[in-house]
């Protein structure tokens, strides 16, 4: 399935907060209300398994994560139709630049959402991932441990904004998120949604 027509009509990435229970007990939440949500713009986006990112992102986080990429325009849609929009999915990395948390622009710099190529799958709620950084195992988790599942997200979202084909939806990264640095390769693998790797550079 070629995820890059797809991505030519991106209109924006909706992004989950702390979303794998695992992560949630690492970082203290105990709350089960609505999920934290952010957006990021298509211009993150990247197929392309060399990353280039701005000379200003002095730290940045890698995080693995299942996308659920949508196929037709959608609102206020149940949750169990929520398949019949769903283009595919992808496994994605949501890389979050932390030291620019307090200014709000920890998501909007260009090519922090590389994504690997759209593919079927029959359960959303059945999916690992693993995300290994120069070889080393830093994350791994199963969608089934996910506390809002994606079905729920897409339904919940659909309430609040009209969701357009080929939007995306980061459903959340599994515990032990890592701080990356420039000239580490970061490798996503999952049985289900398949593998993708990226080389950090900065940009020049």
């Known amino acids: 399935m070629n995820i890059q027509a797809y991505l030519k009509e991106t209109r924006k990435i909706i992004g989950v907060g702390p979303n794998f229970k695992a992560f949630r007990a690492q970082k203290g939440i105990t709350h089960e209300e609505d999920p934290f949500l952010f957006i990021k713009s298509p ?33 206020n849609i149940a949750e169990e139709d929520v398949a019949s929009i769903v283009a595919g999915y992808a496994i994605a990395n949501d890389i979050t630049a932390s030291a ?3 200014t709000g622009r920890f998501k909007m710099f260009d090519q922090m959402t590389p994504i690997g190529q759209m593919v079927s799958i029959a359960d959303p709620h059945q999916v690992d991932l693993e995300m290994w950084v120069n070889g080393n195992l830093i994350q791994k988790d199963h969608t089934v441990n996910l506390l809002f599942s994606s079905n729920w997200l897409i339904s919940h979202i659909s309430r609040m904004t009209t969701l357009c084909k080929g939007d995306i939806i980061l459903t959340g990264t599994p515990s032990n998120p890592m701080t990356c640095q420039i000239g580490d390769v970061v490798e996503m693998k999952s049985p289900q949604l398949g593998n993708h790797h990226f080389t950090i550079h900065k940009e020049l």
């Open 100 to 102: 620019h948390f307090d």
């Open 43 to 75: 211009q993150s986006l990247t197929v392309e398994n060399d990353i280039y990112l701005p000379p200003q992102l002095t730290e940045f986080i890698c995080e693995v994560e299942m996308a659920v990429i949508i196929g037709q325009e959608a609102r």
